[in-house]
């Protein structure tokens, strides 16, 4: 069974920083779009930003300018720095990988167990 395995989450004051890791099992995760989604709290879970199999990359609005989403093919990593941390970025933030080299959200088809981030004002 492919293991995504999260780490780097934690407690942070607004403006700080954290950057998160997804250690994967699958064999080439190049060939597979890898995501962050977060579910804050109140809302639905979201996706904050993925890298497709193309290497395409994508981060939702609200995080842009703030958060970095990197891949290491060599580590089998999928990473996400956050800068300048907000209290709305408070929520359980998820590693997904996809059945395939797409994003489509009914593509995701493995799920890490989730990491805590708390940004405090």
């Known amino acids: 069974a492919v293991q995504l395995v999260e780490s780097g989450g934690g407690s942070v004051q607004a403006g700080g920083s954290l950057r998160l890791s997804c250690a994967a099992s699958?064999?080439?995760?190049?060939?597979?779009?890898m995501a962050w989604f977060r579910q804050l709290p109140g809302k639905e879970r979201e996706r904050v930003g993925s890298?497709?199999?193309?290497?395409?990359?994508y981060l939702t609005d609200s995080v842009k300018g703030r958060f970095t989403i990197a891949r290491d093919n060599d580590k089998k990593t999928l990473d996400l720095s956050m800068n300048s941390l907000k209290p709305e970025d408070t929520g359980l933030y998820y590693c997904?990988?996809?059945?395939?080299?797409?994003?489509?959200?009914?593509?995701?088809?493995?799920w890490g167990q989730g990491t805590q981030v708390t940004v405090s004002s």
């Open positions: 890298i497709n199999g193309y290497a395409s990359t």
């Open positions: 699958l064999a080439d995760i190049s060939a597979y779009c």
């Open positions: 997904a990988a996809a059945a395939g080299r797409t994003c489509f959200p009914g593509n995701f088809v493995h």
